[in-house]
């Protein structure tokens, strides 16, 4: 059994852009918090085997998704939660003007940076 305090630290970066805190890790998956500053649009990525939940707790973002049936864009703000299921290319951005905040859930355990491949996305990204 675990039990962890989110640190005020970055960890690190996400291979799309966002400002990450590690959470917890486990056999199964791992969590960590994500925020993305003002009016920053992060790169489109894929991912070769791992999936994911996202769970917003501040602020305000959209994000696109598309996989082999269908392609969306979903208002992110508090409360809402998506899945980024394996091979779904995604994008996300902050619209709003304070920090975007969510949790985020990868199961597996994410592997590392080479888990993700970049590609062309809804909008153009600004880092």
């Not at 400002?19 to 925020?35: E, K, L, P, V, Y």
């Not at 859930?105 to 080479?114: C, E, N």
Request: glycine share 8%.
């Amino acid at each position: 059994m675990k039990e962890t305090t989110l640190s005020s630290a970055l960890d690190a970066k996400s291979p799309a852009g966002a400002d990450i805190r590690f959470i917890m890790d486990g056999a199964t998956g791992n969590m960590i918090h994500s925020t993305v500053p003002p009016r920053q649009t992060n790169r489109a990525t894929i991912h070769a085997t791992v999936s994911e939940f996202w769970y917003v707790l501040e602020g305000v973002g959209e994000i696109w998704r598309r996989d082999e049936i269908e392609e969306r864009v979903t208002a992110l703000v508090p409360g809402v939660s998506v899945d980024i299921p394996v091979g779904t290319a995604f994008q996300y951005r902050n619209v709003g003007d304070i920090p975007f905040k969510f949790i985020c859930i990868s199961m597996p355990p994410w592997p590392g940076d080479h888990e993700a491949s970049h590609l062309v996305g809804a909008w153009e990204p600004s880092i």
